[in-house]
């Protein structure tokens, strides 16, 4: 669904069929996945719940929903067909919020929610309930026919959202919920070992794998031993590549084997390469998913991949032209085209017209004291690597070398206070 695409009404929803791209059925809609939050803020949806044809209830996160239209779900075709199983801090928008009963925040009357509405919030990916249809019982002791219906904003009654006490996990997480990856890996670790496996077993997938890339690596490996096989497979998918190798070395070879074959096949081979290499080297610190456009792409469709969301700022500063085959190791990697260049030049500008051939890429065999020269010589935020044959392999971010040249103990600094936002109990 298109930014500024109208409320959906989750009721609408229940039953509809769910579709690959290529138009082939794969399930249908059984309810939906949602995360309350402290106050009166919208709950946050977090995917779906779809019986697949097998009737296995698998869960479909958000993200990977590409459209919700005329009566129909279209996904990007990754399904995980692990069995859906729910979280404690998730609810079923159709069988637990449904049916409820509440109070209207401005007079305390009592309603029964009828439905909810979700929305796309603008130019991002992620999904929220902001409406509440709900109807009227009582009135002055008598009972109405049906009762007064009306649509009211979440925060126009009470009785869903978590209070601010408490020291569920629950309560923890929808507090936690607003924190950058890094500033919530940073109060994970300052919690007790009890507390932060329940905090990270209450995280949905993909924010857990952007909270471990942040983790020291003995928190990692704690929590990543602590969950089911399945579902570490699933957090190590949703991680970089490259910090997914980083913590799959942690583990003893048989750990590490079994993981492996649980990740998709794709996902799993993208981390074996990398653990291939030295850990300080380039091919060792690259990511296997840099921005790849192929010589006959414009400038629009470079702008296009740069503002994808989920990109950190280091990959967006650049594309990285190459013959097909456009994933890595590509075709013969031709150039770099930066980010401000892209600004500077019409549109329908082809990228090969415009690519940067002079910069020297990074042997996947480059050790990191190089590779910081080489960034620093350039004023690059990121840098190609490149094999014997010409192709490229990946990309090694600023980012990346920096967590090799701070001491080991870097994280341990506090420097957002936000252990103050911890209450650490057992």
């Known amino acids: 669904m298109a930014p500024g695409a109208p409320r959906i009404f989750v009721s609408h929803l229940a039953g509809v069929p769910v579709f690959d791209p290529n138009g082939d059925q794969v399930g249908r809609v059984r309810d939906l996945v949602a995360m309350l939050r402290v106050g009166r803020r919208p709950p946050r949806l977090l995917g779906l719940v779809v019986e697949v044809l097998s009737r296995r209830r698998i869960f479909l996160p958000m993200t990977r929903v590409t459209g919700i239209e005329s009566g129909q779900v279209i996904t990007t075709g990754v399904l995980n067909v692990r069995r859906f199983e729910q979280r404690p801090t998730e609810r079923l928008v159709l069988g637990e919020l449904l049916d409820r009963r509440v109070r209207l925040a401005d007079s305390g009357e009592e309603v029964t929610v009828l439905d909810v509405a979700i929305r796309q919030l603008p130019a991002r990916r992620d999904w929220e309930i902001d409406k509440v249809y709900v109807r009227r019982g009582r009135k002055g002791g008598a009972l109405r026919r ?26 923890l997480v929808a ?32 924010r857990l794998a952007d909270v471990m890339e942040e983790l020291p690596g003995d928190d990692q490996v704690e929590i990543l031993g602590k969950l089911e096989e399945e579902r570490a497979a699933d957090v190590l998918e949703a991680m970089d590549p490259d910090d997914a190798a980083d913590l799959l070395s942690e583990l003893p070879e048989g750990d590490k084997e079994r993981l492996l074959t649980l990740m ?99 042997d996947p065999e480059t050790p990191l004291s190089a590779i910081t020269s080489f960034l620093a010589a350039y004023n690059m935020v990121s840098a190609p690597v490149v094999d014997d044959s010409g192709s490229l392999l990946g990309a090694v971010t600023v980012d990346d070398v920096l967590d090799h040249l701070l001491p080991e103990d870097w994280r341990e600094t506090d420097y957002r206070g936000t252990e103050e936002a911890v209450a650490g109990g057992e």
Not at 329 to 355: A, E, K, N
Request: glycine share 6%; proline share 8%.
């Open 175 to 206: 507090t936690f919920e607003r924190l950058r990856p890094a500033d919530l890996a940073n109060a994970l670790h300052h919690l007790t070992p009890k507390r932060r496996v329940e905090v990270a077993a209450a995280l949905d997938d993909d």
């Open 264 to 362: 998709r096949p794709d996902d799993a081979a993208d981390v074996r390469r990398l653990m291939a290499y030295e850990e300080r080297t380039a091919g060792g610190l690259m990511t296997t998913d840099p921005i790849v456009l192929r010589p006959d792409a414009t400038v629009a469709d470079a702008l296009a991949r740069v503002r994808q969301q989920d990109l950190s700022p280091s990959l967006a500063a650049q594309v990285y032209v190459c013959r097909p085959p456009d994933e890595t190791p590509t075709g013969r990697y031709l150039g770099t085209v930066h980010f401000q260049r892209l600004l500077r030049d019409p549109p329908y500008t082809l990228v090969s017209s415009i690519v940067d051939s002079d910069l020297p890429p990074l």
């Open 146 to 171: 049906r009762g007064e219906a009306l649509t009211v904003e979440w925060s126009a009654v009470t009785g869903f959202s978590l209070e601010e006490e408490g020291q569920g996990a629950e309560s």
